[in-house]
């Protein structure tokens, strides 16, 4: 019995990323993907387009598209190469993953009691030119968190907090931070799956 989607002479499948999360999307509906990080300087184009007043979701599709662009130069050329990113916004604010314990628990301090949005974004390469993107924006109102409930959470959590912008996995502990979600539930957890598989099957990816 077949064990995937894809057609038997689909084009290679390129994802222009470590994340655990993403490739584990893409395996759990049937889609096979190769895993290629691409190097990118994250920071320098969040403050680059913060500075110029640009929007959280453009820097997501930015950084996006200059990680699929960046591996697609090296990748057979029929190959599709996604690159994703996502950002978190509350308020004026910007976070980024955090880098220890005590940056974890500031973050999740800062966000208790607030609605947050995560901006969510993929982009597509073929034949060396981007040939489509698509923008996921979701909101989340997370609950007012104790101290101590802070503590127990992030000592049960441990290393895996560090993965995620926002400090949580939704799939995992994170439904305890919250008394809301609104929003694509992929997205959420770092691709906006089914726009992807629309898009595959156009590229006769995967069986229609």
């Known amino acids: 019995m077949p064990s995937s989607l894809m057609r038997p002479d689909a084009a290679q499948v390129i994802l222009a990323s470590a994340s655990r999360a993403r490739a584990a999307i893409f395996s759990r509906v049937g889609i096979e993907v190769g895993l290629s990080p691409a190097a990118v300087d994250e920071a320098e184009v969040k403050v680059s387009f913060k500075a110029a007043g640009g929007s959280a979701g453009?820097?997501?599709?930015a950084l996006a598209e200059l990680k699929a662009s960046r591996i697609a130069a090296n990748s057979a050329h029929d190959a599709i190469v996604l690159g994703a990113?996502?950002?978190?916004?509350?308020?004026?604010?910007w976070f980024d993953k955090?880098?220890?314990?005590?940056?974890a628990r500031s973050q999740l301090k800062a966000l208790s009691g607030q609605r947050h949005e995560l901006h969510t974004s993929v982009v597509a390469y073929r034949h060396?030119?981007?040939?489509?993107?698509h923008?996921?924006?979701c909101r989340l109102w997370m609950r007012p968190l104790s101290s101590a409930f802070l503590d127990q959470y992030l000592d049960i959590v441990g290393d895996?907090?560090?993965?995620?912008?926002?400090?949580?996995?939704?799939?995992?502990?994170?439904?305890?931070?919250?008394?809301?979600?609104?929003?694509?539930h992929f997205a959420i957890?770092?691709?906006?799956?089914?726009?992807?598989?629309?898009?595959?099957?156009?590229?006769?990816?995967?069986?229609?």
Not at 85 to 93: F, K, R, S, V
Not at 160 to 184: K, N, Q, S
């Open 58 to 61: 453009d820097a997501a599709t």
């Open 189 to 208: 957890l770092g691709l906006p799956l089914l726009p992807t598989l629309t898009f595959l099957r156009d590229q006769g990816v995967i069986v229609t």
């Open 98 to 103: 955090p880098v220890d314990r005590n940056a």
């Open 160 to 184: 895996d907090v560090y993965e995620t912008v926002g400090g949580y996995h939704i799939e995992r502990l994170g439904p305890h931070l919250f008394t809301r979600i609104e929003g694509d």
């Open 85 to 93: 990113d996502q950002m978190l916004t509350c308020g004026e604010d």
């Open 128 to 133: 060396g030119v981007r040939v489509w993107h």
């Open 135 to 137: 923008l996921s924006e």
